[in-house]
């Protein structure tokens, strides 16, 4: 539980956490792997199952489901794949509010994991379409 004071946070009934910057010089990274092993260790698990898993869909798909067929070289053209990852990803948001927001039954025999593996993976591909690093 955690009690609000007027100048800082503190902890009461947890063991005391050290905070950001207690250890000198040390980093956010460092801070989070020092403090919290196990969800470090699994988020990095996560992103090495996530690349594994895009770069199998790579290669089958090829850049031109993202680019929609263009070259991305003009506004619009990234407009338009920006446009189509926001439609994949309102589908999985869509997709997680039945099941999990309305209790609905998954009728399609997805694991919902896929579903939260998707939503990651159209992020970082709408972050390379933006700098300019799709198909490249």
Known sequence: MIKEAKTKVEW????????YGEIKDESAVEFCERTYPQTTEEF???LDEM???FCKKQRNYGPGNISVGTALQTQDEVKLSLTGLWFRI????QRLKQLVVFGQPD?????????????SVYGIIAQIVQRGKWGK
């Open 12 to 19: 009461v009934g947890e063991e005391e956490r050290p905070t």
């Open 44 to 46: 990095k698990n996560i």
């Open 51 to 53: 690349y594994l898993t």
């Open 90 to 93: 309102n589908d999985k948001v």
């Open 107 to 119: 009728e399609v025999g997805e694991p919902i994991q896929d579903t939260y593996e998707d939503l």
